[in-house]
């Protein structure tokens, strides 16, 4: 029981230990390079900003994107008949030209 709580303490007294050491050498460094926790925080909430106008931008994109197909399907089925019918007038024509080369 006793080797418990020499441990306990021994293992507390090194982590404490350490973070005061880590947060006094980060400290000085801020201090001595000037760089403020402010400035930190500014640039963390511009890129949360950042990234929910971008997840804006994708919605948006995505909703203009499937009301361009639902148009598109609307208009398709017409234009497809068009195509059809100058695709075979294209055919028929190309036979024929085939046709009279040969005979040349």
């Known amino acids: 029981m006793v080797l418990g709580f020499i441990l306990y303490e021994t293992v507390d007294v090194v982590y404490n230990t350490v973070k005061i050491g880590y947060n006094s050498i980060y400290g000085m460094y801020n201090w001595y390079y000037q760089v403020d926790e402010k400035e930190k925080e500014l640039k963390h909430k511009e890129a949360i900003m950042e990234h929910n106008?971008?997840?804006?931008?994708?919605?948006?994109?995505?909703?203009?994107?499937?009301?361009?197909?639902?148009?598109?399907?609307?208009?398709?089925?017409?234009?497809r008949?068009?195509?059809?019918?100058?695709?075979?007038?294209?055919?028929?024509n190309n036979t024929n030209n085939s046709i009279e080369i040969e005979e040349l």
């Open 81 to 92: 008949m068009k195509l059809n019918n100058e695709n075979l007038q294209l055919e028929n």
């Open 53 to 79: 106008d971008t997840q804006e931008l994708i919605k948006t994109i995505q909703c203009l994107n499937n009301r361009l197909m639902k148009i598109e399907n609307k208009i398709l089925p017409q234009t």
